[in-house]
């Protein structure tokens, strides 16, 4: 395994903060994101919602400006069954999220192409449950950035990570932390290939923040975790008196992106 040199972490973050600073100068509007979360019961409701993402859902929000639409599924092992699927959606700002509906409910090569789906009854529904989360992106990385991780898709590990602080004040620090603190820098420099890093503005285990990182596969990405942790920087960063205890949970799930996913 082809290891990170020193001097090419340090270009790397240079890189990085030159970016970041010119965003932050040029005021880029921060993206909101929306995460749905299908829970699913049976093969039968996964090959539907998959119909239905595939050939209605992704192509009527490309045709009303919403495309790089990330499109994954949870993988399984001996503690968790991969029966989830997560849609991540870029949105302008919250006007245009709230329009979606709308806007799809006046479409009608929308509401052909996905019938089976938005006409299922009651007794053989496409999920069992449908969970969704509003977030805005960070300042300092005001936008999504579609992974430019190649290789084959079921090989790729894409981790979402949810922080949960304990208290709302202690949620605005860790936040701090990611910008301000040097944690996205670090990332980046390290190559995690960041997808997004945002706050959570409505969901079910609020305070929190999620950010999604993506590797080829799982041997990088724990190789990378493991130069995370030696990092001197993060050394440095994690023992700042001002930056103790604020993460109360993590949740950590491991996807990859569907053959339909655009990233």
Known sequence: MKKLSFAKILICSVIFVGLYTSAQSQNIPREFYQLKTYILENDKQEA????????????????????????FKLRSNKFTLANKIYVLIPFKSLDQLYSVDRDLSSDATYIMAGESYLKAPHDTPPYLRMESTILRAFKDMPMMRPSAVEGAREDRIYELRSYESATEEIYKNKVEMFNAGGEIALFEALGFNAVFYAEVL???????????????NQEVRDERWKAFGAAPKWKELSAMPKYQNNVSHIDRMFLYPTDYSDY
Not at 53 to 67: H, Q, S
Not at 202 to 213: A, C, D, E
């Open 48 to 71: 539907l919602t998959d119909a239905y993402l595939k050939n209605a859902y992704l192509p009527a929000l490309k045709k009303i400006g919403i495309d790089k639409v990330g499109v």
């Open 202 to 216: 409505s969901g079910n285990k609020m305070p929190n923040l999620m950010y999604m990182t993506t590797f080829k």
